[in-house]
C-alpha cells in the first residue's frame, strides 16, 4: 500500500509528464484534459474498480503550490498551455530554432502572429499556438530598433 507522498510523488513523476509531448505541440482537448485529473484523483485516494474511497480535500486545494498548502499537482489544462506559450516563445525569439522556418514561411508569409485570422485552415501545431497569443500578448512587448521591420500604416 503506497503512501499519500509516494502516490503525489509517482503522479508527478509519471502521469503527469507522460502527456507532455503531445501537450507542447498540439492543444488538448478539455475533456481529456478532465479525464487525466480524474485518473489523478482517483489514484492519489486510492480507488479501485471495486471500491471508490472518500476524497478527502477539493482537488482545487490539491493542485495549489506546496507553499499555498497544496500537493503542488499540475493542472494539465494549464501545463498544455504553458508548453504551448513556449514553442510560440521560440517561434517569435529564436533564431534558427527547429521547425521556425517552416512555419512562419507556410503560415506567416506577409503577416504577423498577432494578425493572422484564426478562421484559416491550419495544423493542430499551428491552432494550438494561436492559442497563446493573448498569453504572450500580456508579456511581450515590441521594440522598433533600427525600423526596417515597421510598417508605418498597419503597426
Known sequence: M????????????VSSTLPAYTMQTMDVPMKVCNDIHRLHRNFLW?????????HLVNWELVCQLKKMGGLGIRKTRNQNLALLAKLSW????EEGALGKDVLKKKYLKTTSLNKWPKRRPASHVWRGILKTRSTLGKGVKW??????N??????
Do not use: F, H, Y
Not at 521560440?90 to 525569439?93: D, F, N, Q, S
Not at 521594440?143 to 526596417?148: L, Q
Open 150 to 155: 515597421v510598417d508605418l500604416w498597419s503597426d
Open 143 to 148: 521594440e522598433i530598433g533600427n525600423g526596417k
Open 90 to 93: 521560440k517561434l517569435i525569439c
Open 2 to 13: 503506497l503512501s499519500l507522498a509516494s502516490r503525489t510523488t509517482l503522479i508527478q513523476s
Open 46 to 54: 486510492g480507488d479501485t474498480i471495486e471500491k471508490r474511497k472518500v
